[in-house]
Structure formats: structure tokens, C-alpha cells
């Protein structure tokens, strides 16, 4: 399983720190928006904010959660 897969599973299982450790790890724009949505899904909005933006993409738009992991994991796909 690909390192951001694995970042999804956990968040799906709610081990949140487990999907932090692993997310942390990688500098890529799509880590940097899954860090993002992890901090959505915490409830940390202004990290989450500032993570949105080292990968280049819009807060305000974002979407609800589950449209934003769609988009993710599609883009995962590419």
C-alpha cells in the first residue's frame, strides 16, 4: 500500500496520530493536501488552512469533507 493509502486507511479507522506520523513524511502536493484534510477531520481549521496552501489549493472551496476525499483519492489514482 502506497504511503498516502495508508495515511486514508488510517484516518478511516480514526488513528489519528498513526495518519499524522505518515503524512508528516511526505513533502509532496498531494501530502501536503491530505495533511490538510487531516486537519479538517480533527477540527483544526487553521492548520488545515495553512496546509491547503503549501499544496496550492483553495480553502474557502474546498467542499464538504467527502468531496474532498473523493478528489484525493482520485487524484491518487492518476
Known amino acids: 500500500m502506497e504511503p498516502l493509502q495508508q495515511v486514508l486507511h488510517h ?3 480514526k488513528r489519528w496520530n ?3 506520523d505518515l503524512v508528516q513524511r511526505d513533502d509532496s502536493l498531494l ?3 491530505l495533511h490538510g484534510i487531516l486537519h479538517i477531520q480533527e477540527g483544526d481549521l487553521e492548520d488545515a ?3 491547503y496552501g ?3 489549493r483553495h480553502f474557502r472551496s474546498r467542499g464538504t469533507l ?3 476525499l473523493q ?3 482520485a487524484a491518487l489514482k492518476t
Open 11 to 13: 484516518m478511516r479507522e
Open 18 to 20: 498513526q495518519a499524522h
Open 31 to 33: 501530502g501536503a493536501w
Open 49 to 51: 488552512k495553512y496546509w
Open 54 to 56: 503549501k499544496a496550492g
Open 66 to 68: 467527502d468531496e474532498v
Open 71 to 73: 478528489r484525493l483519492e
